[in-house]
């Protein structure tokens, strides 16, 4: 089972920056695709990014493109989001995610570990 541990949540004013990190089980970035997914309260969890194999180019959400980046550093087995200007509707519990094998996927159910979630909160 891969270990995921997110970090990097907290509050923040509209228009602000986060950025969360997970950290993986040694050896997972650079064989696993990896998503960020979040859930507001009242709401269904959700697809926000993901990334796969060398060769697969990152997805996003509509709603976070232009704002948020996806980037891995498979040495430090580290996964980052970069999330720029963002807007109250941002605010949700967010989960790195890791499917073992190259394609990055939207969906939940071809994801097989999940982390414990970091908390993002953006005031009006």
């Known amino acids: 089972q891969v270990q995921l541990v997110e970090s990097g949540g907290g509050l923040v004013q509209a228009g602000g920056s986060l950025r969360l990190s997970c950290a993986a089980s040694e050896g997972t970035l650079s064989r696993y695709a990896m998503g960020w997914f979040r859930q507001a309260p009242g709401k269904e969890r959700e697809f926000v990014a993901a990334i796969g194999g060398i060769s697969h180019w990152p997805l996003y959400t509509d709603s976070v493109k232009g704002r948020f980046t996806i980037s891995r550093d498979s040495a430090k087995n580290t996964l980052t989001l970069q999330m720029n200007s963002l807007k109250p509707d941002d605010t949700a519990v967010y989960y790195c995610?890791?499917?073992?094998?190259?394609?990055?996927?939207?969906?939940?159910?071809?994801?097989?570990?999940w982390g414990q979630g970091t908390q993002v909160t953006v005031s009006s």
């Open positions: 995610a890791a499917r073992k094998t190259y394609p990055p996927s939207r969906l939940q159910a071809e994801y097989e570990d």
